[in-house]
Every structure is written in C-alpha cells, then in structure tokens.
C-alpha cells in the first residue's frame, strides 16, 4: 500500500488530505471518502485502506481545515454528550455549508485528473454522516465527474433549507446509493420516508435502503452501536456501486 497525507491546495487555503492506493496495478479510479463529524482519525484511515486494498485511488480529506490545521481529531470524548470535546467539534461543525464542500470537491478532482495513478475518467464518493449531504450534493455539483455517490447515515436529507440535500436527487447523473439506519435521530422515519419518495420520483437508476435494527454509526468499527453484519453490507453495497460504475 502506498500512503501518504498531504495539502491539496483549495480556494480558501491547504487541505490536509489522507491518500492510499495500492502498490502495483494502477492506474486506479479515484473516489473520495468524506469524514463524519467526529472528524479525521484511525479508524477512517483504516477503512479508507480496505477500500484501496481492492483497487481504488482514495482521498480523505479533513473537511474542518478552515478552521485550522488542529481541527481534526478530537479524541473519544466527542462522542460524550455536552462534552468539552463535542463543544470544540461542533464549534465548526455547526458553520459548514454544501458551498464551499463543493468547491474542495472541485479541488480533489483537480488534483486527481493530474495524477499519474488515479484512472482518466469519472471518479466517486460516499460520506457518513454530516458528509451524506456533501457527497449526494457533489453528485448533483459536479455531474459530468461523478459517476457513483453514496451517504451512509446522513443527516437532514430532507429539510426546507435552500442546500436540502434532496434537491440534488434530480440533478445527479451517477448513480446514487443511500443508505439509512432504522434508528437514527439526525434521519428519523418519516423523513427516510418522504427521501424515499423523492428518491423515486428523481427517476435515478440507484437505491434507498433502511437497514433494520441498526443504529447511526453501524458502520464504525469503534463506535458503540457498531453492526458487523450491517457494516459489511455496507462495504458489498460500496464496492459494487464503485466497481459498477467506475470499472
């Protein structure tokens, strides 16, 4: 495996970012991981290796770089409710808007189109979390580019915010795969259910899925609610939907 962090240069300053692909084979089709609230750590590292590990150029970006070089891993206790750890995270968090997401999106895909190992041609990404939004609004941003988006637990799909995530459903051109956790309070029910609604009425050839009995998170190797027979569908939906439609 390849690994290396470094600044991709974006319109508001340097973007740290966690790159890894595979030593031999390339060139590899690009995807970008986009990171959940709690922010950069290991445990995305590591599933951002998996991913390369089966043939993919993958990009993670730590999306809080405005906020200084420092804003990005948080420790354990940013999961603790009122927390001194969640105060600082969501210091930043809570300012974040589809905007300039779009324009590091714009960033990454520069960068990748110079790339000597990352394949010509579309790329994907997938976000958890408050990054399900950014990846489903990338899709919709950047068309022509992205030819896979996934959100796996995202948060306010459905909202009557000018950003709405659901208003990128019929712009897309990729395919689309959202996937949502029965429990979820940043996605409850009647929301998943009016997405699903509008998912099909977008006329999009992707899919919505509600996985039953699991919680937001279910994907997180080091979360509470972490779901192993969920989790790993979550990577057989992922990596069929990037080998589908990136080759």
């Known amino acids: ?9 974006t319109q508001d300053g340097a973007m740290e970012t966690f790159i890894c692909r595979p030593e031999r084979g390339g060139p590899y089709p690009a995807i970008f991981f986009l990171m959940d609230a709690p922010g ?10 998996r ?3 089966v043939g993919f150029f993958v990009l993670q970006p730590n999306l809080y770089y405005r906020a200084g070089r420092d ?3 948080f420790g354990q ?21 589809i905007p300039p997401m779009m324009d590091d999106i714009g960033a990454m895909l520069a960068y990748v189109d110079a790339h000597a190992d990352a394949k ?32 796996f637990y995202g948060t306010w799909l459905v909202s009557d915010a000018e950003e709405s995530p659901h208003l990128s459903l019929g712009k897309a051109k990729g395919e689309l795969y ?25 006329g999009n050839t992707g899919e919505l899925e509600v996985h039953a009995g699991v919680h937001h998170g279910f994907a ?21 939907l990037y080998r589908r439609r990136l080759g």
Request: glycine residues 4%; charged residues 30%.
């Open 120 to 151: 010509p041609g579309p790329v994907g990404t997938h976000g958890y979390c408050m990054s399900g939004p950014y990846s489903l609004a990338a899709a919709a941003r950047y068309p022509d580019w992205v030819a896979a988006a996934a959100s």
């Open 77 to 97: 206790d940013v999961l603790e409710k009122d927390s001194a750890a969640q105060a600082r995270m969501r210091s930043v968090r809570t300012k974040m808007t």
């Open 220 to 240: 997180f190797p080091e979360r509470w609610c972490y779901d192993k027979p969920a989790a790993e569908r979550h990577w057989e939906r992922l990596i069929a």
């Open 1 to 9: 495996m390849i690994e290396e962090t470094l600044d991709i240069t």
């Open 71 to 73: 804003m990005k891993n």
């Open 178 to 202: 959202i996937s949502c956790a029965e429990h979820d309070d940043l996605a409850p029910p009647d929301m998943v259910e009016k997405l699903k609604g509008l998912f099909e009425a977008s």
């Open 51 to 53: 991913l390369a590990s």
């Open 40 to 49: 950069i750590r290991d445990e995305l590292h590591d599933m951002a290796r």
